[in-house]
């Protein structure tokens, strides 16, 4: 069964960074894409980046520049270093894998619990 479970979140200032990260389970992360989603409470889960199964990576618009997408395949791990936050990054982040190549639409079948970023302005 596969499995992720997501690290890292916390109360940072403006202009601070964080790095998130998701340690898999059940799976090899090779064989899916793996994604960062992000959610605030009343709003729709808002895609931040992906690695498609062909390594090909995306981003939000609103994060380009600012965050970074990686992975460790030796600890079955993926990152996601976060720059330069903003008020606006507040949010619940989930990492998300599944064998076909969704993108940044939120259509994976696995999905982590969660982590709470909170950005201080």
């Known amino acids: 069964e596969a499995r992720l479970v997501e690290s890292g979140g916390g109360l940072v200032q403006a202009g601070g960074s964080l790095r998130l990260s998701c340690v898999v389970s059940g799976f090899s992360l090779a064989d899916y894409a793996i994604a960062w989603f992000r959610q605030v409470p009343g709003g729709d889960r808002e895609g931040v980046s992906c690695?498609?199964?062909?390594?090909?990576?995306d981003y939000a618009d609103s994060v380009k520049g600012r965050f970074t997408i990686s992975t460790d395949s030796a600890k079955d791990t993926v990152f996601l270093q976060m720059d330069s936050l903003k008020p606006e990054d507040t949010a619940v982040y989930y990492c998300?894998?599944?064998?076909?190549?969704?993108?940044?639409?939120?259509?994976?079948?696995?999905w982590g619990q969660g982590t709470q970023v909170t950005v201080s302005s």
């Open positions: 690695i498609r199964r062909d390594g090909s990576i």
């Open positions: 998300a894998a599944d064998r076909g190549n969704y993108g940044l639409y939120p259509a994976y079948d696995h």
